[in-house]
């Protein structure tokens, strides 16, 4: 090309002289190649001037020299159009054309010159007629080449012309002449050889340096025809793969250019295999190309890709290197992360436009990011997708970005850590998506379901710490919204976040203490834990180390005195609860960093702690509810903080001194005054009988507070400081706390109230209560709650001491309790009306008021209205049962003391404590230790009782059934994650946390890991409980109740081994095992339970499992009941999801749950178990078998029929002799269970695909073909079976598996007719008997009008319906239409009887033994139509194609 170029400029050129006499002298290089060749033609007329330039003039434009444009005095379309009409009429045409181009060639070798005619033209306004040329015109060479017969040689001239400025860069002015030349070619009207002209193009890209090179790729689309861009598009794609730098331009131009979908995509796929390779700051447009080149088929596929391949993790330095560079404060540093961080933004941003205007592609992304399956798989551009989407809300993609990031979450794939990286890294780029993330934050805070909550308020805390200030506003403000919505699981969770912002940020939090303290106008939907935190949160913030918040303390100050000046007791509690807070952060220990001598309190400081001290103090004086929640208060602040030491010093010299003014005596003083019973000393425990002695003063006080309530209530006295014994139980805890934390746990000053006795009367009162006035019976029943709570603080003081003789007492004071409260179980039987004194201070005040109406009437037989001497003041709330209904039916048969033993067996039973649960104290977690000790058994003791329990503290089996009622509930309401209700408009009344105060304040880890602690003692009692039933079974012949059996015990043992077995299935259940944290402790439980079979030795988690799994299957030999067999099969289901081969499991479990089915369960009292906990128990071990077992099928085939007609065949009262839980009470449930699994299991078959092969049709054919047999005989059942339970289970669950079978079964069918033609017919043909006998069932539901069983009528009969059509549809898909036809179906009842409420017109009802299917085509109307379907050939020899329509049938029951 260039050689051509010089050839041409040297032959070809014209004399500069000709057209201006000073151009001779230039000193240009290229000129001076021409200034010695004479003209080649001259003009005799015009002798200096060349054609072109004469064309030129005649047509109205003027060449000028220099930096003078080139002007034009005519428009541009007239010039085009003299030129091409001069050129045509010259005689010489079409040799003047190359003269022309000769002379153009000439003009331009003068760089001025040429850089005139590339830019445009100016009008000639000297002349009268400019005013006709318009303002902007063409350049001179643009308008040449509009001209077609130049265009093809002007184009050649130009792109010989651009090789000789590649390498001058942009010249005066700005201007780049290559730029200008390319410019030339964009939008003409017509390109005479595109073809030629676009591989000229490509040759110029192949040689010209990168600018130029991207200047002409990124205009090709303006130069090109239609014609050649699927030709240009492979050439640039090639290019692309070998050139990386030209990636955006070549990029751009694909992007405009109009290709083929083939081509398209072949160019799409080339692009995606070199994004590992493209430049950071070109991935932007990469990016944008292929998601803006998608169609509507292959969307998915492309951003599933593009997905995988976008590392955005390697487009940023981790945050170690960022740090070190910050640094080193350096430059490029900073800039090369600002350009990485400014590069995702605008991938994100091309990821943006492509979902909002195209539908297709949010939708693509949704799917993409829902199909990963692996935790690890998922990337930082899965979470910055779904807040782009969530953002954008383009096609509906809001709901659709929080329902795919709920589902990750809740499944563990997106888990914390990725979206702590996101923050991290892409901090600049995320605070653009602020209000989605918090949106989706709110959103996940406000969810039912617990285990998305924590994520979203990760998301809180991140936006916090990574954000600016505007943005750590708007989250403390939202926080705030929760806390104040009142919805329980949302308000914990934003005061947690709160809790920690404060701790981790206190200066930024500071600023918005304000928004804080607002919560205070919204506390009264707040529980007093939540209250607890919030004042916990506020006083760090207002009294703090550095009280950054110190602006709010005048507020808090008013706020507290005003709640305890109030009369109400919600406020005086709250105030109570703040007060408390407060204190203790005024009154933190807080040590010194530097090595000198920790810092005192203040004595300003100390003088206000101690004032608000008696505030609180002198505020609760008249109320010994306020007073009993002050003392609660302050026992927790002292067990979970570290006060200053003249603090911690101060309240325990006022509380010791106190306690023993107000509850203690000495024995040597004679009890005085007068009381409904004898005073008695009772329980001592101390063996020297000496005067020196003290006890509780408690019967005395208990007569005193009765007479100050009712001259209180006279007013007869004004309100002062009250003893009252409501006070003894929370002021011994205080006590008990502050001696710990002053002697380190050492009890010595105090161990004598573990042993002293109480003030109390005899106890053969509660024998003869139904003599009793109504106040004596109050006063018993009182009595017995504050010696039963006395005795339950006494244990959580002492239990945790090592000394056998304390460990003895301590044992001692448990089966006080024991057979205190079957005492209580008796006094409450005759006591009706009675509302116990309140034992938990910190509920709400109006449960206790309303506790009788709420407790059950069969049991407690109460009736009163509640109107009791304390209930107003009560701040109790409502039953918290965590135990199932078993334990309230055993917990009365409660073992006595030895001596009391006959005496009390043949007395009738109590009321069950269960609820009463609330009004007794909370044990702490660290009583459940004594679980540790061994288990006494009366069957395995000898004459030598009493010395032996002196030699070895022994837990007897009321203690261990007490403690571990006590331990489920415990880890029942801690490890069980329920999903967080929402309350209703009107809120009810009971509330799960009242008794769990102490336990809110532990970790759900915590919990687990005590537990894990205690298995061994588990362990230890069930291998006990086991040997126990095992002995007994050998002395009895392999019986339970046998004649020696002592039935009392044998429930208390049979109740231990279920509630040993509850706890073990609790615990293991507790999710927070599955979190990569607490792996090391489930092993550490597994591990337990595996050396008791194993002894110790290092396994692996599957080995784990399979030993603890094969150490509990041992006990399932001895299983005294069926719902003692259920909690092992439920132990077990738990144990085998922790690890190793499921199907192993699978089997064994299902193995176990068919033999715990056909063993015959007897009480020890030798009746069978029956009732509505034996069904329950029995429903749920039937669906663990038919969950584990290997073909459901088959099972329910075998149940239904085989053992159903065992029992059919029995006498009325009789069970199935190889089933013997089935029997004619419990049908219902085999039958219910039987139908959800079958409709279960049809779920599960596989669907079926056209490309099946003959084999896969014949096994799905097969399954559905037992499915169906099964389902008739399920529904026959009901000809024999007809209670209305057993016929609204069949209607319900018959629709459901017809709708499966339409939607899973029929296009099997479609499939399989023409190759398993009579296997299909078989089936339609079992599957319209029940279908009839479906349609039975609705005409009879009709007849006996039962809105139970109609409900069900016409969704079913919808499905019928359908069902005939879709029959009709399977046919005329295989070319049988002639074999369906319509007819009448008469209504019958169960029995197959015709229902004569009808008159039917119609066609008979003889088609029994045709094949095919029946359904009324009008819903209301009681006939049905028949679809029937048959052998093809058969139906058109005899019938044809024949319809017989349907007649009018009427009803007149309709």
């Not at 000129?31 to 001259?42: A, H, V």
């Not at 600023?511 to 006083?539: C, E």
């Not at 089997?1147 to 369960?1161: C, G, H, I």
Request: negative net charge; aromatic residues 6%.
């Amino acid at each position: 090309m260039m050689r051509k170029k010089r050839r041409s400029s040297v032959d070809k050129g014209e004399a500069g002289a000709n057209t201006s006499t000073t151009t001779t002298s230039t000193t240009k290089a290229k000129k001076s190649r021409t200034t010695g060749r004479p003209p080649k033609e001259s003009v005799s007329d015009d002798a200096n001037q060349s054609v072109f330039t004469k064309f030129l003039r005649e047509a109205g434009v003027t060449v000028k020299r220099g930096a003078t444009s080139n002007e034009i005095a005519v428009d541009q379309v007239v010039f085009q159009k003299r030129i091409e009409q001069q050129l045509r009429k010259n005689p010489n045409y079409p040799g003047i054309i190359q003269e022309f181009i000769t002379g153009l060639e000439s003009h331009i070798e003068d760089p001025d010159s040429f850089r005139n005619c590339l830019l445009p033209c100016v009008p000639q306004l000297s002349d009268g007629d400019g005013s006709s040329v318009s303002s902007f015109q063409e350049s001179l060479l643009r308008m040449l080449l509009g001209i077609e017969i130049l265009q093809t040689s002007i184009i050649n001239t130009l792109l010989e012309k651009l090789p000789e400025f590649m390498l001058d860069g942009t010249g005066d002015g700005g201007i780049s002449v290559p730029r200008i030349i390319i410019n030339q070619l964009k939008w003409l009207d017509r390109v005479v050889d595109s073809k030629e002209l676009a591989a000229k193009l490509m040759e110029l890209v192949s040689v010209a340096p990168v600018d130029v090179q991207r200047d002409i790729i990124t205009s090709l689309p303006e130069i090109l025809e239609d014609s050649q861009h699927n030709d240009i598009a492979r050439e640039l794609n090639s290019l692309l793969q070998t050139n990386t730098q030209l990636t955006v331009p070549i990029l751009d131009a694909l992007s405009s250019l109009n290709l083929s979908s083939s081509l398209l995509t072949e160019v799409r796929g080339a692009v995606m295999a070199t994004l590992a390779a493209v430049q950071l700051e070109d991935l932007p447009v990469v990016v944008k190309f292929i998601l803006h080149s998608v169609s509507v088929s292959d969307a998915y596929e492309v951003v599933n890709n593009l997905r995988k391949k976008l590392e955005l993790e390697q487009c940023v330095l981790p945050p170690a290197l960022q740090s070190s560079q910050s640094r080193m404060k350096s430059d490029g540093a900073a800039a090369a992360a600002s350009a990485a961080g400014s590069s995702v933004a605008l991938i994100l941003d091309g990821i943006k436009s492509a979902v909002r205007f195209q539908k297709t592609i949010s939708e693509a992304w949704l799917k993409a990011i829902d199909s990963v399956d692996e935790s690890e798989k998922h990337k930082v551009i899965d979470l910055l997708v779904l807040f782009i989407l969530h953002s954008t809300n383009a096609n509906q993609s809001r709901r659709g970005a929080e329902r795919v990031l709920k589902s990750k979450v809740r499944t563990g794939l997106i888990q914390e850590a990725l979206l702590q990286k996101t923050f991290r890294n892409y901090s600049q780029v995320m605070r653009g998506y602020f209000p989605s993330i918090l949106a989706l934050a709110q959103c996940l805070l406000r969810s039912p379901d617990p285990c998305v909550v924590p994520f979203g308020g990760h998301m809180y805390q991140l936006s916090f710490t990574e954000f600016d200030s505007y943005c750590q506003q708007e989250v403390v403000g939202s926080l705030v919204t929760h806390v104040c919505s009142g919805v329980g699981g949302e308000v914990d969770m934003a005061l947690e976040l709160l809790c920690g912002l404060v701790t981790e940020k206190p200066s930024e939090m500071a600023l918005y203490a304000v928004f804080v303290k607002g919560i205070l106008d919204y506390m009264d939907n707040l529980t007093p834990q939540q209250i607890r935190r919030l004042f916990h949160l506020l006083s760090r913030l207002a009294f703090g180390q550095q009280q950054q918040g110190s602006h709010i303390q005048d507020d808090m100050h008013i706020v507290i005195r005003k709640q305890l000046s109030s009369t109400v007791p919600k406020y005086k509690r709250i105030g109570i609860i703040g007060a408390v807070m407060i204190v203790g952060s005024m009154g933190a220990f807080k040590p010194q960093v530097n090595e000198m001598k920790n810092e005192q309190l203040p004595q300003e400081t100390f003088r206000q702690v101690t004032a608000l001290l008696e505030l609180v103090r002198s505020s609760s004086d008249s109320s010994p509810e306020a007073a009993a929640l002050y003392y609660d208060e302050l026992a927790n602040l002292i067990l979970s903080s570290t006060l200053d030491p003249q603090v911690q010093e101060h309240i325990a010299r006022s509380v010791l001194d106190d306690f023993q003014d107000d509850f203690v005596v000495d024995l040597g003083k004679e009890i005085t005054g007068s009381f409904p019973f004898p005073a008695r000393l009772m329980y001592n425990l101390e063996e020297e009988e000496s005067q020196e002695g003290i006890a509780i003063n408690l019967l005395p006080l208990l007569a005193k507070d009765i007479q100050n309530n009712r001259e209180q209530l006279s007013q007869t006295k004004k309100a002062n400081k009250r003893v009252s014994p409501l006070c003894l139980s929370p002021f011994f805890r205080l006590l008990r706390l502050c001696e710990e934390k002053q002697h380190d746990g050492d009890l010595e000053e105090i161990d004598a109230l573990l042993g002293c006795p109480l003030i109390l009367t005899g106890l053969d009162a509660v024998e003869k209560i139904d003599s009793l006035s109504k106040a004596e019976r109050e006063f018993l029943c009182n009595l017995l709650f504050y010696t039963l709570n006395w005795f339950r603080e006494v244990i959580n003081a002492f239990c945790r001491l090592k000394e056998t003789e304390m460990k003895m007492k301590v044992m001692t004071r448990l089966q006080n309790v024991t057979y205190l409260q079957s005492l209580l179980e008796r006094a409450l039987a005759g006591t009706s009306g009675y509302v116990p004194p309140v034992a938990n201070f910190d509920g709400e005040t109006s449960d206790a008021a309303t506790f009788t109406s709420t407790a059950p009437v069969n049991k407690a037989k109460k009736d009163g209205t509640g109107k009791k001497r304390k209930a107003p003041s009560k701040n109790s709330s409502e039953n918290s049962s965590m135990l199932e209904e078993q334990t309230e039916a055993n917990e009365t048969q409660q073992e006595q003391p030895e001596k009391e033993k006959e005496k009390e067996k043949e007395t009738w039973q109590g009321v069950s404590l269960v609820s009463y649960r609330q009004f007794f104290r909370e044990l702490d977690m660290e009583v459940l230790s004594v679980l540790q000790c061994g288990l006494l058994s009366r069957s395995l003791l000898d004459s030598e009782l009493h010395t032996k329990v002196q030699e070895e503290v022994l837990l007897g089996p009321s203690e261990l059934v007490f403690l571990l009622e006590d331990m489920l509930r415990k880890v029942e309401f801690s490890l069980t994650s329920a999903p967080v209700k929402r309350p209703p408009f009107l809120k009810g009344r009971t509330d799960k946390r009242v008794g769990f105060s102490h336990l809110q304040q532990r970790s759900a880890k915590d919990i687990a890991a005590c537990c894990v602690q205690l298995l061994p003692a588990l362990c230890s009692h069930l291998e006990n409980c086991h040997n126990h039933f095992q002995t007994l079974l050998s002395e009895n012949n392999g019986v339970v109740d046998g004649p020696a059996t002592d039935v009392q015990e044998q429930q208390l043992m049979s109740l231990c081994y279920q509630l040993l077995l509850q706890v073990l299935n609790t615990t293991f259940s507790w999710s927070g095992f599955s979190l990569p944290g607490q792996r090391g402790l489930l092993k550490k439980a597994l591990g337990v339970l595996a050396e008791r079979l194993k002894g110790h030795s290092e396994l692996t988690l599957e080995q784990l499992v399979k030993h603890s799994f094969e150490y509990l299957l041992n006990f399932s030999s001895t299983m005294p009941s069926l719902s003692t067999a259920l909690c092992l099969s439920q132990l077990l289901s738990t144990m085998s999801e922790k690890g190793g081969n499921p199907a192993a499991y699978r089997e064994q479990t299902a193995s176990l749950a068919k033999r715990f089915l056909s063993q015959d369960w007897v009480t020890a009292s030798g009746e069978r178990e029956r009732g509505n906990k034996f069904n329950e128990a029995l429903h749920t071990l039937l669906r663990i078998y038919l969950d584990n077992v290997d073909d459901v099928l088959k099972a329910v085939e075998e149940i239904a029929g085989e053992k159903i007609p065992e029992l059919l065949n029995a006498s009325q009262n009789e069970s199935s002799p190889t089933w013997p839980t089935l029997n004619r009470q419990t049908f219902l449930v085999f039958y219910k269970v039987m139908m959800a699994e079958l409709e279960k299991a049809v779920k599960k078959i596989p669907p079926s695909k056209i490309s099946d092969n003959s084999e896969a049709q014949s096994e799905k054919l097969l399954t559905w073909n037992l499915a169906v047999r099964d389902f008739h005989i399920l529904v026959n059942l009901v000809k024999v079976f007809d209670s209305r339970p057993v016929l609204n289970v069949c209607l319900k669950y018959g629709r459901l598996f017809l709708e499966s079978f339409l939607k899973l079964g029929m296009p099997l069918l479609d499939y399989s007719f023409k190759r398993h033609k009579e296997d299909v017919q078989s089936l339609l043909k079992t599957f319209q008997l029940s279908t009839r006998q479906l349609h039975h069932m609705c005409g009879y539901s009709k007849i006996h009008q039962d809105t139970s069983l109609t409900n069900h009528v016409p969704a079913l009969k919808k499905s019928l319906e359908l069902f005939v059509y879709r029959v009709k549809a399977t046919l005329t898909l295989n070319n049988c239409q002639e074999a369906f036809w319509i007819g009448n179906l008469k209504n019958r009842n169960l029995k197959g009887e015709e229902i004569l409420s009808q008159r039917s017109q119609g066609s008979d009802d003889d088609d029994e033994e045709e094949e095919g299917e029946e359904q009324s085509l009008l819903p209301q109307e009681q006939s049905e139509d028949e679809a029937q379907e048959s052998d093809s050939e058969e139906r058109k020899t005899t019938k044809g194609e024949e319809i017989v329509e349907e007649e009018d049938i009427t009803d007149d029951s309709e």
